[in-house]
C-alpha cells in the first residue's frame, strides 16, 4: 500500500523550513500532497493562486510531491485523497500548545488518520512565513531562508 500524507498549511509563502520538512517526510511517506488550507486565525498576503504557484515552482524538481489546495476540514480532506497520515513540522516549544491542540481535533474527527510530527532542522528553527514577511517588508536579506522564486515575489511584493 501507498504510504501517503497531506502536509498542510497556509503556505504564506513557503519557506525552507517548509522545503525541509517534506524533503525528510519524504524519507518517511512515498507520496506527499502539500495543500494549501485556509487557517480562520491568518490573514494571507499572498491569494492561493499565488501560493499554489510558488509551491509549484519551488518543488518542481522534488519527485513524489503534489501541490493542491482545499476549503474545508483537514480530516476529510485526507480521507477523500487517501491519505492516512497529516504531515507537520514543530519548531520550538512555542508551536507546541497549537499543534497539540490541532492534532487531537482532528483524531477526533477522524481516528484513522494519525498526525505525524518532524522536529524542524536546527537551521529553519526561527523561521516562519510571518518573521519572513516583516523581514523583506522593510528590505531585510531573506535569501538564505525562502526558494529564490519566493525572494523575487516578496521583493516584487512590497517594491508595489
Ligand atoms: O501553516 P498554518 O497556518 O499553521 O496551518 C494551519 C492549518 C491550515 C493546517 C489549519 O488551520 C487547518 O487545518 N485548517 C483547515 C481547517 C481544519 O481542518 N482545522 C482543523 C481543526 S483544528
Known amino acids: 500500500m501507498e504510504r501517503t500524507a497531506v502536509y498542510p498549511g497556509s503556505f504564506d509563502p513557503v519557506t525552507n ?3 525541509d520538512i517534506i524533503q525528510r517526510g519524504l524519507k518517511i511517506f512515498d507520496r506527499i500532497i502539500v495543500t494549501i488550507l ?11 493562486e499565488e501560493r499554489t504557484g510558488l509551491l509549484n515552482e519551488s518543488l518542481k524538481t522534488v519527485e513524489n ?20 497520515a497529516i504531515l507537520r513540522g514543530m519548531r520550538a516549544v512555542s ?6 491542540q490541532m492534532a487531537l481535533m482532528n483524531r477526533r474527527l477522524n481516528r484513522e488518520i494519525q498526525t505525524v510530527f518532524l ?31 519566493v525572494q523575487r515575489t516578496l521583493q516584487e511584493k512590497f517594491r508595489k
Open 17 to 19: 523550513g517548509h522545503l
Open 95 to 100: 508551536d507546541f500548545e497549537y499543534e497539540f
Open 119 to 149: 522536529m524542524t532542522g536546527l537551521r529553519w528553527i526561527f523561521t516562519s512565513s510571518s518573521i519572513i514577511k516583516e523581514a523583506a517588508k522593510f528590505g531585510g536579506d531573506i535569501e538564505s531562508m525562502v526558494p529564490p522564486v
Open 65 to 84: 510531491t503534489e501541490v493542491d489546495s482545499y476549503g474545508g476540514l483537514l480530516v476529510d480532506y485526507a480521507h477523500q485523497r487517501g491519505a492516512h
Open 38 to 48: 485556509e487557517n480562520p486565525g491568518k490573514e494571507t498576503l499572498f491569494t492561493v
